[in-house]
């Protein structure tokens, strides 16, 4: 899979799609996957923490997206800085999906 595929409209605006939902979903799962972050992963700074975790789930999920999307096969080259660009578009609604589900 080369940048080719994400300048492919229908194809960027189902992956920015996919992002949204991603979204929307994670104060629900952080409520129910991480009742102590601090105490579990011992880190100092939940909401830094959460941000690279979900940036990083979210990474990967529209990996697997593409490829079902594109029916491309895994061994192609894939521009993951391409799409964390596109993940970084939505950084301000992931920062505040997040901070809403640890305050």
Wanted: some cysteine.
């Amino acid at each position: 899979m080369n940048l080719e595929v994400l300048q492919n409209s229908s194809i960027r605006k189902s992956l920015d799609e996919y992002i949204k939902r991603r979204i929307l979903e994670i104060p629900t799962e952080i409520k129910q996957t991480f009742p102590n972050i601090r105490q579990i992963w011992k880190c100092n700074d939940e909401l830094d923490f959460l941000y690279g975790y979900y940036v990083g789930k979210i990474e990967e999920g529209a990996l697997h997206y593409l490829l079902k999307a594109t029916r491309a096969s895994a061994g192609g080259y894939v521009d993951t800085f391409e799409i964390r660009g596109i993940i970084e578009t939505r950084k301000m609604e992931l920062h505040d999906a997040i901070k809403a589900a640890i305050n």
